[in-house]
């Protein structure tokens, strides 16, 4: 059955070839940001010792499509003297780079859609492109507040893009290469490889900027309801709102499969030289304990549980607090780690770097 | 005509398109933003060109960074366009002038060129990014650590012209406000309770607490 379809799909042109691993990214991806958005409520929910969202289906499960439809039927509303072109492209460039991203994340080994050289760099060009959609967004709107929350979600960016790209360096150091796939290699041999301990300061640095990049709480000051109502999209209403909505959820996840590939080893099993040989031999545990797609995807949702956790625990960043964050304690953090990544690997200090 | 050709022309109409729109459009947002299709358009050329590493850094860099603290800027400014247009016939000389010498440049530099054979396609395992750092850590290491402290004293420069205390200005030392104690905020004071009073007539089972439950209403 599989090698059937395997022979089919080898059959097919490239360009065939490449529409149909674009669709079976953006379909699952979609969809988990659907259910993204249900696992948020739900988890709030359970945090606040609520239930959350439990009428539509059972157990609420069909909750993100009855969302959908509803959005989907709202009306599109234009504000008065807004500029259109950029009003409705605004949600198109926020969701367009979250979802080009995946292009060259692996998802088990040799899975990726291009498997390109320079892919970490790719991966940080593209998530530093998502910040325009927010800009015009805000500007577009002819809105005050809108344009306000717009200015505040650009200065945060581009502050806590310097400490995410330098932590990339520490992993392109310790991996001495930009091939995304290739990182994932030189994290295997078993757990101790992968790169969360020695580069475990830039991992919370990377995680941290990742929040911040998103946009969400506790760094959500680019929406802050309480203070400019929500921001850049205050003035969207309709899919035109939901597609920031996907957009965010969208990068959430990326910044999750992200850091699971950086620093865990991505789809590497963390049974790797602890169990014996003959342990993934077994009929079906074996698979399971194997490396593969789960793992990635279990990491995946670790870090994923993380950005919803921290929704419900910490309060808002002040903008000031925020800037201080970024430019005077993790910009320095990862300064300081890359020159000890710098002994480290000059000393060939292993497991890591011999 | 090869697809690469198609992509070359198509991207080079869209640079061209988007730089002329950028010197001709009156709003000046909507001109930051064409300038942004120019890198992007000249990136992807850079890609066609087998440039991975120069496509990507452009990119990430100009239209990442750089752009997005132009957009800002000119976003919070109130632009008079009637002002910016006061001087034009007074610097139109000098405009001239700036423009023929960089035409000339550009002209030097393309008839120069223009006779080369086209360079050989390098093979799939080619990796641009390995390439430029090869060179750039051996052969040209000392111009590019040159560059580099140069490039460092700019943002030491730029850090210190802008750094200035200002008398008005309101600002905390996070510092401080992280060093708070529960000391320095709160003192406990010892008290002993009240004795509860008989209830008045009229102020039966219906009074409110003294700590005011109005939620449970």
């Given at each position: 059955m599989f090698d059937w379809m395997m022979n089919l799909y080898q059959g097919l042109p490239t360009i065939m070839q490449i529409l149909i691993g674009i669709q079976l990214i953006v379909i699952p991806l979609m969809l988990a940001v659907a259910y993204t958005t249900f696992a948020e409520r739900k988890v709030i929910g359970y945090a606040h010792v609520r239930v959350g969202?439990?009428?539509?289906?059972p157990r609420g499960w069909l909750q993100p499509i009855a969302d959908a439809l509803k959005l989907l039927t709202k009306e599109v509303i234009l504000p008065t003297n807004a500029n259109r072109f950029l009003f409705l492209s605004a949600p198109v460039l926020t969701i367009a780079p979250a979802l080009a991203a995946w292009a060259v994340v692996p998802f088990f080994d040799g899975g990726a859609l291009a498997d390109v050289n320079a892919g970490l760099l790719y991966l940080l060009a593209l998530t530093s492109l998502g910040v325009y959609g927010i800009i015009i967004a805000g500007w577009a709107s002819n809105s005050k507040y809108a344009l306000l929350g717009s200015l505040r979600s650009a200065a945060q960016l581009v502050s806590y893009e310097i400490a995410m790209g330098f932590a990339l360096v520490g992993v392109l150091m310790a991996a001495g290469t930009l091939n995304v796939g290739g990182i994932i290699e030189a994290q295997s041999g078993s757990i101790y490889h992968w790169f969360l301990l020695p580069l475990l300061p830039l991992f919370f640095v990377y995680f941290i900027s990742g929040i911040a990049e998103t946009n969400r709480a506790p760094f959500d000051v680019a929406e802050g309801e309480s203070e400019i109502v929500a921001g850049f999209h205050v003035e969207y209403s309709g899919m035109a709102f939901a597609v920031f909505f996907l957009a965010e959820y969208a990068n959430m996840i990326l910044i999750s499969a992200l850091t699971a590939i950086l620093f865990l080893g991505g789809w590497l099993s963390p049974f790797q030289g602890i169990l014996p040989a003959g342990a993934f031999e077994l009929p079906v545990i074996g698979a399971l304990l194997d490396h593969g797609i789960h793992w990635f995807l279990f990491k995946t949702a670790i870090f994923l549980f993380a950005f919803l956790w921290f929704r419900a625990t910490f309060p808002r960043y002040r903008y000031d607090q925020i800037m201080r964050l970024g430019w005077k304690v993790l910009i320095p953090v990862t300064i300081v780690w890359l020159f000890v990544e710098g002994v480290l690997v000059a000393f060939n200090v292993g497991p890591w770097f011999a | 005509m090869t697809f690469e050709l198609v992509l070359f022309y198509l991207f080079g109409a869209i640079l061209l398109g988007g730089a002329l729109a950028m010197i001709s459009v009156r709003n000046p947002v909507h001109a930051a933003l064409f300038l942004v299709l120019c890198f992007v358009a000249a990136a992807a050329l850079w890609l066609l060109a087998e440039a991975e590493f120069l496509g990507i850094v452009l990119v990430l860099v100009y239209v990442g960074a750089v752009m997005v603290l132009f957009l800002f800027v000119v976003m919070m400014l109130d632009i008079n366009l009637a002002t910016l247009r006061e001087g034009f016939t007074e610097y139109l000389p000098v405009g001239i002038v700036v423009a023929l010498a960089m035409a000339t440049v550009l002209v030097l530099v393309i008839t120069r060129y223009i006779t080369m054979d086209v360079p050989e396609r390098a093979g799939p395992e080619y990796a641009n990014t390995e390439a430029l750092g090869a060179i750039l850590y051996t052969e040209y290491v000392y111009p590019f650590e040159i560059a580099a402290v140069i490039l460092l004293v700019a943002i030491i420069a730029a850090i210190s012209l802008t750094m200035r205390k200002r008398p008005d200005n309101k600002s905390i030392d996070p510092g401080k406000q992280m060093a708070v104690s529960r000391e320095g905020r709160v003192r406990m004071v010892s008290m002993p309770s009240e004795k509860k009073k008989a209830p008045r007539r009229g102020e039966g089972s219906g009074t409110r607490s003294p700590d005011g439950d109005d939620e449970s209403k």
């Amino acid at each position: 059955m599989f090698d059937w379809m395997m022979n089919l799909y080898q059959g097919l042109p490239t360009i065939m070839q490449i529409l149909i691993g674009i669709q079976l990214i953006v379909i699952p991806l979609m969809l988990a940001v659907a259910y993204t958005t249900f696992a948020e409520r739900k988890v709030i929910g359970y945090a606040h010792v609520r239930v959350g969202p439990n009428r539509v289906g059972p157990r609420g499960w069909l909750q993100p499509i009855a969302d959908a439809l509803k959005l989907l039927t709202k009306e599109v509303i234009l504000p008065t003297n807004a500029n259109r072109f950029l009003f409705l492209s605004a949600p198109v460039l926020t969701i367009a780079p979250a979802l080009a991203a995946w292009a060259v994340v692996p998802f088990f080994d040799g899975g990726a859609l291009a498997d390109v050289n320079a892919g970490l760099l790719y991966l940080l060009a593209l998530t530093s492109l998502g910040v325009y959609g927010i800009i015009i967004a805000g500007w577009a709107s002819n809105s005050k507040y809108a344009l306000l929350g717009s200015l505040r979600s650009a200065a945060q960016l581009v502050s806590y893009e310097i400490a995410m790209g330098f932590a990339l360096v520490g992993v392109l150091m310790a991996a001495g290469t930009l091939n995304v796939g290739g990182i994932i290699e030189a994290q295997s041999g078993s757990i101790y490889h992968w790169f969360l301990l020695p580069l475990l300061p830039l991992f919370f640095v990377y995680f941290i900027s990742g929040i911040a990049e998103t946009n969400r709480a506790p760094f959500d000051v680019a929406e802050g309801e309480s203070e400019i109502v929500a921001g850049f999209h205050v003035e969207y209403s309709g899919m035109a709102f939901a597609v920031f909505f996907l957009a965010e959820y969208a990068n959430m996840i990326l910044i999750s499969a992200l850091t699971a590939i950086l620093f865990l080893g991505g789809w590497l099993s963390p049974f790797q030289g602890i169990l014996p040989a003959g342990a993934f031999e077994l009929p079906v545990i074996g698979a399971l304990l194997d490396h593969g797609i789960h793992w990635f995807l279990f990491k995946t949702a670790i870090f994923l549980f993380a950005f919803l956790w921290f929704r419900a625990t910490f309060p808002r960043y002040r903008y000031d607090q925020i800037m201080r964050l970024g430019w005077k304690v993790l910009i320095p953090v990862t300064i300081v780690w890359l020159f000890v990544e710098g002994v480290l690997v000059a000393f060939n200090v292993g497991p890591w770097f011999a | 005509m090869t697809f690469e050709l198609v992509l070359f022309y198509l991207f080079g109409a869209i640079l061209l398109g988007g730089a002329l729109a950028m010197i001709s459009v009156r709003n000046p947002v909507h001109a930051a933003l064409f300038l942004v299709l120019c890198f992007v358009a000249a990136a992807a050329l850079w890609l066609l060109a087998e440039a991975e590493f120069l496509g990507i850094v452009l990119v990430l860099v100009y239209v990442g960074a750089v752009m997005v603290l132009f957009l800002f800027v000119v976003m919070m400014l109130d632009i008079n366009l009637a002002t910016l247009r006061e001087g034009f016939t007074e610097y139109l000389p000098v405009g001239i002038v700036v423009a023929l010498a960089m035409a000339t440049v550009l002209v030097l530099v393309i008839t120069r060129y223009i006779t080369m054979d086209v360079p050989e396609r390098a093979g799939p395992e080619y990796a641009n990014t390995e390439a430029l750092g090869a060179i750039l850590y051996t052969e040209y290491v000392y111009p590019f650590e040159i560059a580099a402290v140069i490039l460092l004293v700019a943002i030491i420069a730029a850090i210190s012209l802008t750094m200035r205390k200002r008398p008005d200005n309101k600002s905390i030392d996070p510092g401080k406000q992280m060093a708070v104690s529960r000391e320095g905020r709160v003192r406990m004071v010892s008290m002993p309770s009240e004795k509860k009073k008989a209830p008045r007539r009229g102020e039966g089972s219906g009074t409110r607490s003294p700590d005011g439950d109005d939620e449970s209403k």
